[in-house]
């Protein structure tokens, strides 16, 4: 991909990189950060920032929402809560088809469970105490985990799990007799349930809001990044030799929340050969009947996503069945544990300047961990 003038992203990004060092941590990971606040604004200067940030195809990409849907969203945005149930009891669809309705009973379960929070004398909405399970179990589960419920290809896989993806950049080149690297774990990860099983959705969550919270939300974004980053090195290497152009059409999503707030977050790998990491849109849940609105932007904006995985399933699904018995005949033979895999990763992830490697100090009273900072 080039510019105006004829610049080329990948040499800008390059020369910006070594310029930098490790100043900027998500260029140190080969991550090309278009965030507003991101150093790369201020290391670019704001024109060459804007003409990369337009120069983002995939974030341009919006799902169709059906009509009845936006219609029935208008019905249910209501300023009481007795209007909003009222709503709510009427039928949503005279008979209903999963294929057909199933956003329709998606916008209708996600509405009943806040007018639940909104009708009970004890509003955990409004408890700053609220813990991050709760919210994880009672509100996220609903608005994003159910989202996916009728996409066949796709499975929602909640607390804690590991990264197939981390896990097979840390553990690719392993020999015979070495210990396996664990892999980083997500609070929430969209999987797809065929032989690929590539994640396109990961998750990371926060108890506190984006001001009280906001340490912990600069670390998980830095760590949702890279996460995404080895999601596509992921796709690249299951991708057959006579598939692997696909790549520059794919992309991978995060959604990281703190407290009742959140960002949704987008990756690929253009021409450029540079990782894009860029805000698809922020969100904000309400706490009381009069911020339902805030509840309605929210439903839209995750449908568009909704869509925009579909697309890349698609995608997915156009790469044949017995796709995968071509790589044997790209003279690769068949893996052992004495030879190393021939598919390299795109680029290698350095580690996390956040953290020290541990040391193990054994004593008395066991094995203790300890950080170099102690």
């Known amino acids: 991909m ?6 080329s992203v990948a040499q800008i990004f390059e020369t910006y990189k070594t310029k930098m060092g490790t ?39 919006t799902g169709e929402i059906k009509a009845t849907e936006l219609d029935y969203l208008q019905r249910l945005n209501k300023r009481t809560t007795a209007k909003v149930r009222e709503e709510l009891l009427e039928r949503f669809c005279s008979k209903y088809d999963i294929s057909e309705h199933y956003n329709l009973e998606y916008i209708h379960s996600v509405f009943r469970k806040f007018v639940q929070f ?15 399970g709760f919210l994880q179990a009672h509100v996220y589960c609903v608005l994003v985990d159910s989202l996916f419920f009728d996409m066949s290809e796709v499975k929602v896989i909640r607390g804690e799990q590991g990264s197939h993806a981390v896990s097979f950049r840390k553990n690719a080149k392993r020999q015979y007799g070495e210990k396996k690297k664990s892999s980083a774990k997500l609070d929430a990860i969209v999987r797809m349930r065929d032989v690929w099983g590539v994640e396109l959705v990961a998750m990371e969550s926060g ?13 998980d974004r830095y760590k949702l990044a890279r996460e995404l980053k080895d999601q596509i090195d992921y796709l690249y290497a299951s991708l057959p030799a006579n598939h692997k152009s ?26 450029s050969g540079t990782y894009k990491f860029v ?22 904006r995750f449908l568009h996503l909704k869509q925009r995985v579909r697309n890349v399933v698609g995608l997915l699904n156009e790469v044949p069945r017995d796709a995968p018995l071509e790589i044997l005949g790209l003279g690769m033979d068949v893996w052992s544990p004495a030879s190393r895999i021939d598919t390299p990763f ?4 350095p580690t996390s300047p956040t953290r020290s490697p541990s040391l193990v100090k054994v004593g008395r009273g066991g094995t203790q961990r300890k950080t170099k900072k102690e």
Request: charged content about 25%; some cysteine; proline content about 3%.
């Open 2 to 7: 080039d510019l105006a003038h004829g610049r």
């Open 23 to 61: 100043r900027d941590i998500f260029a140190h990971s080969h991550i090309l950060d278009l965030d507003e606040s991101a150093p790369l604004r201020a290391g670019l200067g704001w024109v060459t920032w804007k003409a990369l940030a337009d120069g983002h195809d995939a974030s341009q990409k």
């Open 118 to 132: 909104f009708e009970h004398p004890n509003n955990a909405l409004l408890d700053v105490t609220i813990s991050e």
């Open 207 to 219: 108890r506190n809001n984006m001001l009280e919270g906001q340490t912990k939300m600069l670390s």
């Open 246 to 271: 696909k790549i520059v059409n794919l992309e991978v999503f995060g959604i990281l929340t703190s407290g009742l707030e959140g960002r949704v977050y987008v990756m690929n790998l253009p021409c």
């Open 279 to 300: 805000k698809l849109f922020q969100f904000e849940l309400p706490r009381t009947v009069d911020q339902l609105g805030h509840l309605t932007k929210t439903v839209v």
């Open 346 to 349: 795109i680029r290698e992830t």
